[in-house]
């Protein structure tokens, strides 16, 4: 008998669901605190760009750029709606296109049998499966066609454009007021003082067992709602207090 794959017929590992489970956990965060990339994304900034620009492998303790990428990708679907995605990842291929296509490289480096050889294997696999272009529809396609010429992330970045042109200040301020356009406002240091004291306080506190003494962030988020008429979730909580506890350590 032969053994059983955990991977076969689509299903996935533990170690994969574990993977999938904490980039949508720090996808929500990352969209909370930076709800700006949503146009960075817009302006060409591809998911690459927009983890490196934040350092989004450093900051959740990820393990590889490509866990990184997969939480900006969460992140985005938090703030931009499923059309508007696909759009905008058709502006992004266009762009990649014509980068590649004006330095030489990939198919434009190939000789004219290559070309025609490639052309034939790869249209007739994306026709087969129905992905790129043959998912499009015609409105689609007209769209990606009228904006195939604009330049990529990597212009962006390159010519210190967009985010890349912002300092930490600016930065700051601009997420701000694109976490008060979505809905989403940013923490008074009134509130974050409140919320420390809470934190402190035994009534807003586990009873015993296994969290015995730490932050109840359930309760904390109803008091915190009651005063401030703000609605904060569990993981916006947790984030503020791993900084409050950070900037503790580090004054101590």
């Known amino acids: 008998m032969t053994a059983r794959n955990p991977a076969r017929k689509g299903k996935l590992t533990r170690q994969q669901v574990a993977v999938m489970r904490l980039s949508t956990r720090a996808g929500r965060q990352l969209a909370e605190e930076h709800p700006e990339i949503a146009d960075d994304y817009r302006h060409g900034a591809t998911h690459e760009h927009i983890a490196q620009a934040y350092r989004i492998a450093e900051t959740y303790d990820l393990h590889s750029e490509t866990n990184a990428m997969a939480v900006v990708r969460c992140a985005l679907r938090e703030l931009i709606s499923e059309e508007e995605r696909s759009e905008v990842a058709n502006e992004h291929w266009q762009r990649h296109g014509q980068n ?32 790129g272009v043959c998912a499009l529809t015609t409105e689609q396609k007209a769209t990606a066609g009228r904006k195939g010429g604009k330049k990529g992330g990597r212009t962006v970045y390159e010519r210190g454009l967009g985010i890349y042109a912002l300092t930490p200040a600016q930065k700051l301020q601009a997420s701000k007021k694109g976490a008060m356009g979505i809905g989403r ?33 359930e309760t904390i988020v109803g008091e915190l709602y009651r005063k401030f008429g703000i609605k904060r979730t569990v993981i916006s909580l947790q984030h503020i207090r791993r900084k409050q506890k950070a900037d503790s350590a580090d004054c101590g």
């Not at 004219?112 to 994306?126: D, F, H, I, S």
């Not at 009134?190 to 932050?215: I, M, V, W």
């Open 100 to 131: 590649i296509y004006e330095q030489g490289r990939g198919i434009h480096a190939q000789t004219p049998e290559q070309k025609a050889e490639a052309r034939k294997a790869g249209g007739l696999r994306v026709y087969e499966l129905g992905v």
């Open 185 to 217: 406002m940013p923490w008074s240091d009134e509130e974050k003082k409140y919320f420390a004291d809470l934190c402190n306080d035994p009534a807003y506190q586990h009873g015993p067992g296994t969290y015995r003494g730490s932050p109840d962030y």
